[in-house]
């Protein structure tokens, strides 16, 4: 019988100090082993010889992780940059984000969002109303953690996302930090497109209209990318939005539903 006893453990690799790989499970103590060799492989697999890998383990103790049911999952097809960004605007309007704040956060992502005008470590935090910038740190931002799919909830969004013709590990990684971030007291939308040059998909994510994934929100070759969380300043308060995000364990248990949409004007109707 598996133990209850739960471990956090995360894995960081680093190259001439940029930071090329990061990820997370919540495990019980005898897979231990198993997955840290298998974070460990996935850091080598990057293309690029990690200089440090770098695996920390956290007992939960008796904390018992909050169990969300995934975000539904929209896949919105459309066929270039600037159709996907104004379909992520019109989604983000109706969700209550001002113009302002969308297009101030579309900026900071095409410039490059940290102050030197690199990306950022984490996310930038908006002002929903106003866009006014809310996290401490610009160069850092704030990055969500400790979050992982349960077994069951892994194997059918696996299936819901392959048949989807989704096969890339990062979309169900993306889709369980987006459920989790969705949940955040205060949290009203997020937005984000890749740092990667080689990949241009992005989504608009929020608890009331699911994980709309779009496949291009940037071109190929723009290595400028990040994470925009939109926050509702009537309810926000910046420590708590920050324990659920950086402490609290949360394991997605269950699969939301899985559509294609091939015209965008038909996402509203
Ligand atoms: N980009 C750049 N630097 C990063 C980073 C990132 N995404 N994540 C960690 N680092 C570096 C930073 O220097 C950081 O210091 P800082 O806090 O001043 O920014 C340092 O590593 C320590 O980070 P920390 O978060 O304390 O490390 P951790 O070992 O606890 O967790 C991760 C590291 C990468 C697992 C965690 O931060 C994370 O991002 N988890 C989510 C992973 C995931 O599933 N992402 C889905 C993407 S599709
Ligand atoms: P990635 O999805 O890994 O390509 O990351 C895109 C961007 O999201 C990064 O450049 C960071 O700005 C931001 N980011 C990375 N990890 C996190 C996280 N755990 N929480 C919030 N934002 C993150």
Redesign the pocket.
Same mark, same amino acid.
């Given at each position: 019988m598996p133990s209850k006893h739960l471990y956090s453990i995360r894995m960081r690799a680093s190259a001439r100090e940029r930071h090329i790989s =990061?990820a997370e499970r919540i495990i019980p103590e005898e897979r231990i082993d198993a997955t840290v060799s298998g974070l460990i492989t996935r850091a080598l697999s990057k293309g690029c010889a990690p200089d440090t890998i770098v695996v920390t383990l956290d007992s939960l103790k008796d904390v018992a992780p909050i169990q969300h049911r995934a975000l539904d999952v929209v896949m919105l097809s459309v066929p270039d940059v600037r159709s996907g960004r104004e379909m992520a605007s019109r989604i983000l309007q109706s969700l209550g984000v001002s113009d302002m704040a969308i297009e101030l956060a579309m900026t900071h992502l095409d410039r490059g #969002?940290s102050p030197s005008g690199n990306?950022? $470590? =984490?996310?930038m935090v908006l002002d929903a109303s106003t866009g006014d910038r809310l996290e401490q740190d610009r160069e850092r931002? #704030? /990055? &969500? %953690?400790r979050f992982d799919w349960s077994d069951d909830g892994e194997k059918e969004i696996t299936r819901l996302l392959t048949d989807a013709g989704l096969t890339h590990f $990062?979309t169900r990684e &993306?889709l369980a930090?987006a459920t989790k #971030?969705a949940h955040a007291p205060g949290m009203v939308a997020e937005l984000?497109w %890749?740092?990667?040059p080689d990949?241009t998909a992005g989504y608009v994510a929020s608890l009331a209209m699911g994980y709309v994934r779009f496949p291009v929100l940037k071109h190929r070759g723009n290595g400028k =990318? =990040? /994470?925009a969380f939109f926050v509702d300043p009537d309810v926000f308060e910046m420590e708590a939005f920050l324990t659920y995000l950086q402490t609290r364990p949360v394991l997605i248990t269950e699969a939301g539903q899985c559509r294609q949409v091939l015209d965008p004007k038909k996402f509203f109707t």
């Open positions: =990061g #969002v990306n950022m $470590r =984490g996310a931002g #704030v /990055r &969500a %953690s $990062r &993306a930090l #971030v984000c %890749s740092d990667d990949y =990318g =990040g /994470r």
